[in-house]
């Protein structure tokens, strides 16, 4: 599957900033204090969970996204929650960051096909937000200088981010295991302290025990022992304006710095209704704010009457296309013949008609093809 929309490639790709990019790989914070905790391969059906849990300890944290990956189809697709969710990561003050379109290992695919995994991401993501993120980490952590792959996202104008905290949570997933990833975070913490030691963590937001008992657990851990839990951005003294490139041909504001002050102090939805003071933005229920003053994103929601000053309004999402090596019909076959307007309902009941009346079926083919 592709995503929709137009490409990302004739975006500019200045590097700015102090963080090293590509093929330079970034496997550390910078100074003292600071615990970026990362969850990779995101958003699923646990993620909504963490973002709440999250918002209970006032944590920022930083997600590497897929854009279509563990079957959940394209991460803008309406009526699904994943654009709603990270736009909600967005407002709650998450550092978004890529992961690539499906997950494959970069190391063992071709230049044009590392391309193609950054660039669709991109796309899907500039459709939601507006723009597209500068901090990436490869699937399974595999991009070597051999393969070409450092030198290719550096040219694309990526900060490659690592980790030196693995909790193997993808191990441990089950509550009799994930004993053990708290065990590798607790020992790691055990080798410095908070005024000389800073950590760079990786987790995953789709798997149950690291949403519901991990997460919980290192950020008890990390203020216990005197850490400030961070994005990857503030860990490594970036300023925000550098984390994502906009696309100034989209319509999409969510990532513009300059928000409308009404907007800013309006209060989030709290039970799916919106309007007046109340926005969708950083709501659970959804980032449109439709028509009957309920929070959504579903193109009901999001098309025709949506409140923009309750939330966010967009234009539907075409379905993605798959694509197929197939050959096209022949021009004499009967079935070219049927035309975008009709379907298979449509030619029974004029064929029934033609029957009726006495219509012979060559006439009625000849008809058919100029409708």
């Not at 006032?58 to 990270?86: H, L, R």
């Not at 503030?234 to 504001?253: K, Q």
Request: a neutral charge; proline letters at 6%.
């Amino acid at each position: 599957m592709t995503p929709d929309g137009p490409p990302t490639s004739g975006i500019p790709r200045p590097k700015i900033g102090k963080v090293q990019y590509g093929p330079k790989a970034v496997r550390s914070c910078v100074g003292a204090g600071n615990i970026a905790l990362t969850f990779d391969d995101g958003p699923n059906k646990y993620t909504e969970d963490l973002l709440d849990l999250l918002d209970k300890y006032d944590a920022k944290v930083t997600f590497f996204i897929t854009g279509n990956n563990n079957a959940k189809g394209p991460i803008d697709t309406p009526g699904m929650p994943w654009a709603s969710m990270i736009e909600r990561m967005y407002q709650s003050g998450h550092q978004i960051a890529s992961h690539t379109w499906s997950h494959q290992d970069l190391s063992k695919i071709t230049p044009e096909q590392r391309r193609i995994q950054i660039l669709w991401n991109e796309v899907v993501l500039r459709n939601i937000l507006g723009g597209f993120p500068t901090y990436m980490r490869p699937p399974y952590s595999s991009c070597t200088e051999e393969s070409g792959c450092l030198k290719d996202i550096g040219n694309l104008g990526y900060h490659v981010i690592l980790y030196d905290i693995d909790t193997e949570d993808y191990r441990h997933d089950s509550p009799n295991a994930i004993q053990g990833s708290k065990d590798i975070f607790d020992k790691n913490l055990a080798r410095g302290k908070a005024s000389d030691k800073s950590w760079l963590v990786i987790a995953h937001d789709v798997h149950e025990q690291t949403v519901y008992n991990l997460t919980e657990h290192m950020l008890k851990k990390a203020s216990k022992d005197g850490y400030n839990v961070v994005t990857v951005g503030e860990c490594l003294g970036d300023p925000e304006e550098n984390w994502y490139r906009m696309d100034e041909s989209s319509e999409l504001t969510i990532l513009r710095k300059t928000k409308p002050l009404a907007i800013a102090k309006q209060a989030i939805s709290r039970d799916g209704r919106c309007g007046g003071n109340v926005t969708c933005l950083g709501s659970k229920f959804g980032t449109c704010c439709g028509k009957n003053g309920y929070c959504g994103t579903s193109p009901k929601h999001c098309g025709f009457g949506c409140q923009p000053n309750a939330g966010h309004c967009q234009k539907a999402r075409h379905t993605s296309t798959v694509h197929r090596h197939e050959k096209r019909p022949a021009t004499s076959d009967a079935s070219s013949l049927l035309q975008p307007g009709l379907n298979v309902a449509d030619l029974l009941l004029i064929a029934a008609i033609a029957g009726l009346v006495g219509v012979p079926w060559p006439l009625v083919l000849v008809l058919l093809s100029r409708w």
